[in-house]
């Protein structure tokens, strides 16, 4: 027989002496949303006559089939002809936290849509329930918007990207000649939205403003602090000082995008970014200095607060939560923003001491932009070195927390930023098996030994095969 091997593992799981013997395990399970679990839970329960899946929902139902296709998997041929035996099995599980995510940049570099379904799938192999959709950025924009075209008619393409690492401070790049870009219509992003929630998946849109946002200047230079220039999409990486003007034209400009994000995606959460937004052009424009007047603001930089508080009242109106990146704590955000703490575990720990619900997302322990070997042997990459232990290893909530402010972590979550990730070959090496590692902790899987969860992954690998994504193998 084969060992059990799910992953992540769930909470509970106990095998019992016996086999089930059966034709056909998959379809012979008997299947119940019952009333007495909870909405999150679900229960296997295999015995000499058959097995039974029950569930508080139709989602913890879903995880419970994810389950339970892992399970049998272990089941061995029998002497009866086209008889398999199950092992006896009884698993009760429920996650440990509610957002267990991963976000994928295709910004940076276009993903095409069947290679994101695929990722769906890799995420509902995990158990996994959000896919937040890193869909604008400085280097490309993604997103079909029909009141203004030129977003992905100008702003989708970048005419050549820079090659290799670039090291802060330069100015002086190579390029490699080629055009890269496309972008996803409304009906592409409303067949991920489908697949996705089939399988339990909420699709996070985000679109990062005010900073970030140079592929939109490029296609409408209104919108930026110096109009009379024309901007190119960015074809190198880094922090762009070029972000949005605060004029209200602009404030109406993003209103009207995010009316039609809104239309697309029927997430309760939409992320409008709020990371690295350099003030120095509000500095150095009359306008923006006028409205800091105004305001009566001290600096510039408070600038990026009242606007993403004026064009969040988008998501108001729809009953929609706002999620940011940390930045947010710092800049006047919503009392009921939900805060991504990514620049490190103390920046989760500040969010949730200013009373926000959190989801730690640092990117000491769960940047897959990272190398996970030694960079003279790995493909390029951005830096630093998570490896697969160390993902594994991965605390979600600081110990130094009190037990109200734990409350306040509402989950996790792996980001995949593509500046050195071509398309899917890439993604995939980055992406797996450290994604496997992190469900665990965003399941809330018990940390038994990193040698046992090798044993469990290696064959697991099989899955991820069968979903045709790429994945780095284990190292011998
Ligand atoms: C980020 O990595 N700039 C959120």
Same mark, same amino acid.
């Given at each position: 027989?084969? =060992? ?26 008997? &299947? ?28 913890? !139902? ?21 008889k398999v035996a199950v092992p006896l099995? @009884? ?16 910004? &940076? ?69 080629? $055009? ?9 992003? @409303? ?6 929630? =089939? @399988? ?13 946002? +140079? ?14 220039? +024309?901007?190119?999409? $960015? ?33 309760? *959460? ?21 409205? +800091?007047?105004? !305001? ?7 600038? /990026?607060?009242?606007?993403?508080? /004026? ?6 109106? /729809?009953?929609? $939560? ?47 932009? *990272?190398? +996970? ?6 493909? !390029? ?6 490896? !697969? ?62 040698d046992e969860f090798l044993g469990r992954? &290696? ?6 095969? @069968? ?10």
């Open positions: 027989m084969s =060992d059990i091997a799910i992953v992540p593992a769930p909470r509970e799981l106990t095998v019992d002496e016996g086999r089930w013997i059966t034709a056909d395990p998959l379809g012979e399970a008997v &299947r119940d949303v019952v009333e007495n679990l909870e909405p999150n839970e679900y229960r296997i329960d295999v015995g000499l006559d058959g097995a039974r899946l029950t569930a508080g929902s139709e989602d913890a !139902l879903r995880h419970a089939e994810t389950t339970y296709a892992q399970l049998i998997e272990a089941a061995e041929p029998t002497d009866e002809f086209g099995a @009884r698993i009760a599980d429920a996650p440990r936290f509610a957002w267990r995510g991963m976000m994928l940049d295709v910004a &940076r570099h276009f993903m095409p849509k069947d290679f994101v379904l695929k990722v769906i799938d890799v995420l509902a192999l995990h158990r996994l329930n959000v896919l937040h959709f890193h869909l604008t950025d400085d280097q490309g924009w993604r997103v079909e918007i029909e009141a203004y075209p030129r977003l992905t008619e100008v702003g989708a393409w970048r005419a050549e990207t820079m090659v290799g690492k670039m090291t802060r401070g330069q100015k002086e790049f190579e390029y490699d000649g080629q $055009r890269h870009g496309g972008f996803y219509t409304k009906d592409d992003l @409303r067949e991920i939205v489908a697949y996705a929630a =089939d @399988r339990g998946i909420t699709v996070v849109p985000e679109i990062d403003l005010p900073g970030h946002m +140079q592929a939109a200047i490029a296609a409408y230079p209104e919108l930026g602090n110096h109009p009379d220039q +024309q901007l190119t999409v $960015r074809q190198y990486w880094g922090i762009s000082e070029d972000v949005l003007n605060v004029n209200d034209a602009t404030v109406e400009f993003v209103k009207t995008v995010l009316r039609e994000v809104l239309d697309i995606f029927p997430s309760p *959460y939409v992320h409008l970014g709020g990371d690295e937004c350099p003030s120095v052009q509000w500095g150095e424009s009359e306008a923006a200095q006028k409205r +800091q007047a105004e !305001l009566g603001l001290d600096e510039p930089g408070q600038l /990026q607060g009242w606007f993403t508080a /004026q064009v969040a009242e988008v998501l108001a109106e /729809q009953g929609r $939560r706002l999620v940011g990146w940390d930045e947010m704590v710092d800049t006047d955000c919503p009392d009921d923003a939900v805060i991504m703490a990514w620049r490190s575990a103390e920046r989760g720990e500040i969010a949730v001491k200013a009373g926000h619900e959190t989801v730690m997302a640092p990117c000491e322990s769960v940047y897959f932009d *990272y190398y +996970q070997g030694d960079p003279a042997t790995e493909p !390029l990459a951005i830096g630093n070195f998570i490896p !697969l232990e160390k993902v594994y290893d991965f605390e979600v909530v600081p110990e130094s927390l009190t037990d109200d402010e734990k409350r306040l972590i509402v989950g996790t979550q792996c980001q995949i930023w593509t500046e050195y990730m071509e398309g899917p070959e890439q993604v995939g090496y980055m992406l797996l098996p450290r994604l496997s590692a992190f469900a665990e902790r965003a399941w809330g899987s018990e940390k038994v030994s990193y992954l &290696r064959p697991h690998l099989a899955r991820i095969e @069968r979903i045709g994504v790429n994945y780095r193998p284990l190292d011998s």
